[in-house]
């Protein structure tokens, strides 16, 4: 069966969460898969002398070691940036061979609770790590993903209540400088990437997303027909 997967990545706080509940909403047959669903337990990372979560590759790794920083997420959950990476080794924090398991699962067997069998299957992935892992890279039908200023993601994460709360200079020593080499990382990716523009409101990015992906829905029907 023809499925379409979508990526939504980007920024802490930029809104990739908010942003895939309400394309789920609105198109047919969709299903949502978070990653940071697949973060193993706090009491199983260690922590540096501030009391920091320390991420990094699995052991026996033969790459340059992967760091990562605690954030958390939209939905009082786990969410993380880059700190230093060579992309796609799978860290000891999450769960991946979980989450590819899930996302395989739903490749075998989409879910199409319309019962239409017009409607394509979609399914969509939102997650800070997932344009930057290999295993992924054959998936994406579409890819998305949020940015945000400087100063907007530092006022809005200011604004969230956090458990446990950051630490001073948290935020501009650890997940600022994160973000960008995250995002440095991404200019090396040739796949088509859709960067958004988080400032804008969750309406207007919502219509520009799901315009898009009409459009690109409808580009595989039409190569249905055709095959």
């Known amino acids: ?3 379409f997967v979508i990526g939504i990545s980007g920024v802490t706080n930029g809104g990739k969460t ?4 309400n394309l789920q909403k609105h198109l047919p047959n969709c299903s949502v898969i978070s990653q940071d669903d697949f973060f193993k337990p706090e009491s199983e990372i260690a922590k540096d002398i501030n009391g920091f979560l320390q991420y990094d590759v699995s052991p026996g790794a033969n790459s340059k070691l992967i760091q990562w920083a605690h954030l958390p997420s939209d939905r009082g959950g786990l969410d993380s940036c880059f700190l230093l990476s060579t992309a796609h080794k799978v860290l000891e924090a999450l769960n ?5 398991s899930t996302i395989s699962c739903w490749m075998e067997n989409p879910s199409t609770d319309s019962g239409s069998t017009e409607e394509i299957p979609i399914l969509i992935i939102e997650g800070f790590l997932l344009f930057n892992y290999k295993p992924l890279d054959t998936l994406w039908n579409r890819s998305y993903f949020l940015t945000i200023p400087y100063e907007e993601c530092k006022r809005r994460r200011s604004k969230r209540v956090y458990k446990p709360p950051d630490a001073s200079g948290y935020f501009d020593g650890h997940v600022w400088p994160m973000y960008l080499k995250h995002r440095q990382e991404m200019e090396n990716i040739t796949r088509d990437i859709v960067y958004l523009d988080g400032t804008k409101s969750e309406e207007e990015l919502f219509t ?20």
């Not at 908010?18 to 509940?21: E, S």
């Not at 991946?96 to 590819?100: G, I, K, P, T, V």
């Not at 997303?209 to 055709?226: G, I, R």
Request: glycine residues 0%; contains cysteine; proline residues 0%.
């Open 1 to 3: 069966m023809k499925t």
């Open 18 to 21: 908010t942003l895939a509940k």
């Open 96 to 100: 991946m061979d979980e989450m590819m």
């Open 208 to 227: 520009q997303v799901y315009e898009d992906l009409l459009q690109e829905l409808a580009k595989q029907k039409c190569l249905q027909v055709t095959t």
